[in-house]
């Protein structure tokens, strides 16, 4: 996951003709209005192996000619920027799959492609994915001179017996050793992910963990609750009886600890599951919290932006064809590969704009709500439903001159809190649209 604002580039490494374009791209300002602005989220779909826990769309190959892949992800990210009609790329996240198997001159040539279609400013954030077992040092380093300016390390856990129950390939020790390395080449620059809810897990030993992570970290954590997702190999071990299935209650208990000893270790909880010290907040994620424009490139990648010519509709939802090899086949002809685009309506759009704002400790300004409402206001929408009125005497809730907002308490329950208010919202949009004639 993205996370610094701070416009931090010493820690790449000096060398390669990549790494001098991407420091001298600033001396051909473009400026460009919100509207042409976005982030872009480039997908690698290929893994060593499938973890058991994991859905996502990835592939273990025999082989892989990257030089077809890296062809083709210039290509597409090309064309979308030239669809879109964005002027500004804003941060650019290298997810995946294990985007650290990539070579360097692969996340190379697609940022030289990004700033000649469009302008990728010398500051912007650029995260790379990283396993701690395709990331030794030598290869951060050169991912860094190929313009990675931020490492999103995928811990997990800190107990062995843990990583193997979620198939990861990597030790305890390999863990951290990666991190140290991170750190010495990224600085303040490191992102890492811990899971809690796992079958069997008590709350005392994770806890630990966390206390354990919290000498080696940077400043950027981020805790997730495992979901069993239907297909997965833990998934079905739980399904037969084989594993304990994960207990909720447990799960909330860490959430609500966790979030309090990271609190205490000075990290502000900005977002439901990321926590950030010394502003290192995630540029590129912040970006889908606010709902902002960002495009997709890559098989299974996901996009949201205004098409040039759209006709009206404020956005579409993107999504590229999921298999790599199809990927790549339309790619080459077509020069994107987009298998579903789906206009987005105003109100799927403000559904969006609340439930993605809501997670943040900002929460929704009126200013940010008014860029996507401008006849509805925050008050109107909510401010006379006694629902939305009991939440806030609970405390769960903030209504004010800023906005509207979750407060501590309201964070951790969001999703209960979106089921109060999301009817209420659409409640609103009916009551103010014109009746059909």
Same mark, same amino acid.
């Given at each position: ?294 495009? &997709? ?47 987005? &309506? ?36 909510? &401010? ?54």
């Amino acid at each position: 996951m993205g996370r610094g604002t701070r416009p931090r580039t010493g820690c790449q490494k000096a060398g390669g003709s990549a790494h001098k374009h991407l420091l001298e791209r600033d001396r051909r300002p473009r400026p460009a209005p919100p509207s042409s602005r976005a982030a872009l989220y480039v997908h690698w779909p290929y893994c060593e192996k499938r973890c058991s826990y994991c859905n996502f769309n990835k592939y273990i190959p025999r082989g892989v000619e990257e030089a077809a892949m890296r062809s083709c992800l210039v290509t597409e990210a090309r064309t979308l920027l030239r669809l879109s009609g964005v002027r500004r790329v804003e941060s650019v996240f290298f997810g995946g799959g294990t985007p650290s198997l990539a070579s360097p001159s692969t996340v190379a040539a697609v940022l030289e492609a990004v700033d000649q279609a469009s302008h990728l400013p010398a500051d912007s954030e650029v995260t790379l994915e990283a396993n701690p077992t395709s990331a030794p040092g030598a290869r951060l380093a050169a991912f860094g001179a190929a313009g990675i300016n931020r490492l999103s390390i995928g811990l997990q856990s800190l107990d062995d017996t843990e990583l193997q129950l979620l198939g990861r390939t990597h030790s305890a020790s390999d863990a951290l050793q990666t991190l140290a390395e991170a750190r010495r080449l990224f600085p303040g620059r490191v992102s890492v992910d811990l899971m809690l809810g796992l079958p069997a897990q008590k709350l005392g030993p994770w806890l630990q963990q966390l206390h354990e992570l919290l000498g080696h970290c940077d400043d950027h954590i981020s805790l997730y609750q495992l979901t069993l997702e239907r297909g997965t190999s833990l998934f079905t071990q739980v399904q037969r009886g084989t594993l304990p299935a994960p207990d909720p209650e447990v799960a909330a208990e860490m959430y609500q600890e966790g979030r309090e000893v990271l609190r205490e270790a000075g990290f502000r909880q900005y977002e439901v599951s990321n926590f950030a010290r010394n502003g290192a907040l995630s540029t590129h994620n912040w970006t889908y919290w606010q709902c902002g424009q960002y495009l &997709g490139v890559g098989p299974g990648a996901h996009g949201r932006f205004v098409p040039q010519g759209a006709g009206g509709h404020p956005r579409e939802a993107r999504i590229q064809t999921l298999e790599p090899d199809n990927w790549m086949k339309e790619v080459m002809l077509f020069g994107h590969g987009t298998r579903k685009r789906v206009p987005l &309506g105003k109100l799927e759009l403000l559904e969006e704009v609340l439930a993605m704002g809501l997670r943040t400790d900002m929460g929704i300004t009126h200013q940010h709500w008014q860029r996507f409402e401008s006849q509805l206001s925050l008050w109107e929408v909510f &401010g006379s439903s006694q629902e939305v009125k009991a939440l806030l005497m609970q405390g769960l809730l903030l209504l004010d001159r800023r906005g509207l907002r979750c407060s501590w308490e309201g964070l951790a329950v969001l999703d209960s809190l979106l089921l109060t208010l999301l009817p209420r919202l659409q409640e609103a949009w009916l009551q103010r649209a014109p009746s059909p004639v």
